[in-house]
């Protein structure tokens, strides 16, 4: 269960995309949104819950000084509304970001 897994929110570097499985993560010691998103919107249908991965974006100046689209993963529980696994595993707090 993601909740009772120990893994936390991990921002990837800028420019980077990764896709690791589960196990991974893991291994990792968490993952990112779509990461994070993905295992639990899995984890819920396993469940017969028909939750989805859902997004929200928006234009920011990155690091950098590029301006870049900011997409950001969510899940959606029919019924329910919207989870965040990031922000309920650390997304927001200064040692996360």
Excluded: Q
């Excluded at 949104?33 to 819920?44: H, N, T």
């Excluded at 028909?50 to 929200?56: G, I, N």
């Amino acid at each position: 269960m993601l909740y009772k897994s120990g893994v936390r929110f991990i921002r990837e570097k800028e420019g980077e995309e990764l896709w690791p499985t589960i196990g991974e993560v893991i291994a990792n010691g968490g993952g990112d949104c779509e990461d994070l998103a993905a295992w639990r919107v899995a984890e819920l249908r396993v469940k017969g819950i028909p939750a989805r991965p859902a997004w929200r974006h928006r234009l920011v100046r990155m690091p950098s000084g590029n301006e870049a689209t900011l997409y950001h993963i969510l899940v959606y529980i029919p019924g329910k509304g919207f989870d965040d696994p990031s922000r309920r595993l650390g997304m927001g707090t200064n040692e996360a970001d």
